[in-house]
């Protein structure tokens, strides 16, 4: 008797595939080009996974996205910007420079 590939059970496992979106999926979702969505990923921080060759998008995230949620960020990119509006930012880079031996900065 020849076997029949089972189909999927519908339940968490079904619901988890359903949640991630190859590039396509995610420009037919937008409703926009998959051009468009490289756009939204390389410029206005979608966030999207490189599996291989393609993108894998989860589409919370996507929801998170258009809600304008903020995207964790990891690594030295997250800091930047956060220390900006620190008081006490300027006293901390002299002190910085006078410890390594570099001449004042000055107002520049």
């Known amino acids: ?26 420009a037919a979702y937008l409703r926009v080009p998959e051009q468009e969505v490289l756009n939204f990923i390389r410029n206005q921080g979608l966030p999207a996974r490189k599996a291989g060759a393609d993108w894998r998008l989860l589409k919370d995230a996507i929801h998170d996205w258009l809600r304008g949620a ?13 220390f900006k509006e620190d008081p006490h ?17 000055g107002d520049d």
């Not at 496992?13 to 995610?26: F, G, I, M, S």
């Not at 903020?70 to 956060?82: E, L, N, R, V, Y």
């Not at 930012?89 to 900065?105: M, N, S, T, Y």
């Open 1 to 26: 008797m020849p076997q029949t590939r089972a189909r999927p059970k519908a339940g968490a496992n079904a619901a988890a595939t359903d949640q991630v979106l190859t590039l396509a999926e995610a």
């Open 70 to 82: 903020p995207t964790p960020k990891k690594g030295i990119w997250a800091s930047i910007g956060t």
């Open 89 to 105: 930012l300027e006293e901390i880079v002299k002190e910085a420079h006078r410890r390594r031996g570099r001449p004042d900065q």
